[in-house]
Every structure is written in structure tokens, then in C-alpha cells.
């Protein structure tokens, strides 16, 4: 089933993937609305109406001060007629930035964590405290990330499916907490997924995604590999050559990418699929047609200009 609107699939057009006879789309999930659907809508939605269900009248969760998750439960529970509380890490700033002015004007309620309390957001004693401080929220983890919002992710295979059928065999996604690729792995069991985790190290995320897919009833699944090495240096670590990645790629291609989440998987995309022949050859039979999902993030390049104009060695005007 397809919700409200069906995200645009967009091509990109490579000279080297044409000589090989393979294509790669964009679903432009970015495209979405508000600016920061992207998603995170899809890990909310069902969060929503499950809090909805259980008659709480506010939603809760944690985020960093830029983060897309805080700024999508803000307008989701806006829209949705909820109170909305973002837990936030570290200390309040002089100003706020766009991403906690969009969440203030949207309703929420900010509280600030210190580094050392932001820790324990998962842990259960601590998260009790809290519910028992906010009796009417229903908490939501962090990013989304839970079974009810793996379960929304699997609707984004409707969307592929709105424009390809079943003409596609990968489907490539960021990876921060992996419960986007757990949700499409599950709905397209058929199909190969390809992760890329945004952090350094994320090893843990094999077992995540298990334990994300156990938990929907699938077991033993096999059809998606991580691809560790394109983390840039760790979480919202940029350097330059991410900078004029992104920049070639938006001139290029006519689609913008923000750092975080879809610059670093789209240049993973471009070091696997056109460094060299034999490392596609060795990934993707001929004719293949891989499906990247552009997650979204793009109010958060709001904070970002600047420090990536002064990568490429320009400034801004
Ligand atoms: C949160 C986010 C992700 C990561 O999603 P996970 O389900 O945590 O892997 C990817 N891209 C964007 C733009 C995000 O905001």
C-alpha cells in the first residue's frame, strides 16, 4: 500500500555503467515532504499510530542538536495533533540552530542531556525514570530505530515497485542504526541490499540487523552485505574529498547529496561500482539494475555549508 505521495525515481546516467549495461536509480525519498520526511517517516508512522492506539498524547525521543529524527518527530507529531518532547545532547547554544528552531516552531519541547546522561537512553532503569516523569509520552528510541520502525521502512519497497515492478536486483541505502536496511531486507526478500554504515567501526550492525529481522519473523536471511569501508573517517566526519565528491555529483547528475548519510553512500557506490570492471564484475552480472535510496538529511546541510565550502577551498557568499 502507498501512502500519501510516491517518491520520485531518478537515473543517473553514467558513461561507464552504460558500457556495462547497468543502471542505477535514485529513489528520491529526499523529495519527500516536509524537508525532513525523508526516512524517518516511514520509522515514525507507525510509532505514531501505535502511541495513538495506546492513548498517549505526547511522543518523546532523543537526538542530536542537528538531528533529522528530532526534526521529523517534531513536524510528524505537529501534524499528527501530539505534544512533542526532543531530548537532546549536550548544552543549549546562545542560538538555536535551524534544526531546534524547526522543531521549537513545530511545538517541541526541548530538554538538554549532558554527554554522560545522553549515554543511558537506551538503558531501561534510566528510560523508566523518565517515562515515569512523562507519563502521558510515548518514547520513541533513537532515530526511530525499533520493530515498529523497521516495519514502516518495508513500505519503501511500494515505492521501488510503484516505478520498477520487480525489474531491479539491489537496493543500496546508508546505514546509521541499519533499521532501514533491516525493514527493506525483509520486504525484499528476493533482492540483494547493499548497506553502507556512516560510522567507523560499525561491526555491531551484523548482529543489529539480525536481531531487527528476528524480531519481524525472518531468520537466516542473507540477502544484504555491508559495505564497511566508506564511513570518511567516523559519524559527520567530512573531509575534502567527500566535499568535491558531493559537489561533482550534484553538477552532474542534478541531484543534491548532504554528507552524512547519502554523500558517503553514493561515493561508496561510485569506488564499487566504477573504480574498476573487475570489482563490478565481480558484484553484478550484466544488465543489472541496482536502486539507491537518497534517505533524505537535507535540513541538515543547513548547518553544514560553510564547513564543507571551506573543504573545497572556497568561501561562500
Ligand atoms: C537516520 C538517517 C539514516 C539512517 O537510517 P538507519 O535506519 O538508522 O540506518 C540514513 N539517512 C538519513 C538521511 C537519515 O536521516
Not at 16 to 22: E, F, N, S
Not at 87 to 92: L, M, N, Q
Amino acid at each position: 500500500m502507498l501512502p500519501h505521495t510516491v517518491a520520485e525515481l531518478d537515473v543517473v546516467d553514467h558513461p561507464v555503467l552504460a558500457a556495462q549495461g547497468i543502471r542505477l536509480d535514485v529513489l528520491r525519498l529526499d523529495k519527500l515532504q516536509p524537508l525532513s520526511a525523508g526516512n524517518k517517516i516511514f520509522k515514525l508512522k507507525n510509532n505514531i499510530r501505535h502511541a495513538q492506539t495506546e492513548g498517549y498524547s505526547a511522543l518523546a525521543s532523543f537526538g542530536g542538536a542537528y538531528s533529522n529524527h528530532i526534526h521529523a518527530l517534531a513536524l510528524a507529531g505537529q501534524a499528527a495533533g501530539m505534544r512533542t518532547v526532543g531530548f537532546i545532547r549536550g548544552e543549549p547554544q546562545a542560538v538555536l540552530n535551524d534544526t531546534l528552531q524547526d522543531a521549537v516552531q513545530a511545538g517541541m519541547t526541548l530538554h538538554y542531556l549532558s554527554r554522560s546522561e545522553y549515554r543511558q537512553r537506551n538503558s531501561p532503569a534510566w528510560l523508566a525514570s523518565l517515562e515515569h516523569r512523562y507519563p502521558d509520552a510515548y518514547f520513541i528510541p533513537e532515530g526511530g530505530s525499533n520493530s515498529l520502525g523497521v516495519q514502516g521502512c518495508m513500505e519503501i519497497v511500494s515505492h521501488i515497485q510503484y516505478h520498477c515492478g520487480d525489474d531491479y536486483d539491489v537496493v543500496a541505502v546508508p546505514c546509521g542504526t541499519a533499521a532501514t536496511l533491516a525493514g527493506l531486507a525483509a520486504a525484499a526478500p528476493d533482492k540483494k541490499l547493499w548497506g553502507f554504515p556512516v560510522l567507523k567501526n560499525a561491526h555491531f550492525l551484523e548482529q543489529t540487523i539480525q536481531d531487527y529481522l528476528a524480531a519481524l519473523g525472518v531468520r537466516q536471511a542473507t540477502n544484504w552485505t555491508l559495505f564497511h569501508d566508506y564511513h570518511g573517517g567516523g559519524y559527520a566526519k567530512i573531509n575534502r574529498q567527500l566535499a568535491l565528491f558531493i559537489e561533482a555529483f550534484e553538477k552532474n547528475f542534478n541531484i543534491p547529496l548532504e554528507p552524512v548519510y547519502s554523500g558517503k553512500m553514493f561515493y561508496g557506490l561510485q569506488q564499487l561500482m566504477l573504480s574498476s570492471p573487475e570489482l563490478l564484475g565481480t558484484l553484478l552480472p550484466e544488465g543489472a539494475r541496482v536502486i539507491a535510496i537518497h534517505t533524505g538529511g537535507m535540513q541538515g546541510l543547513r548547518g553544514m555549508k560553510d564547513r564543507l565550502a571551506s573543504l573545497r577551498g572556497k568561501t561562500t557568499c
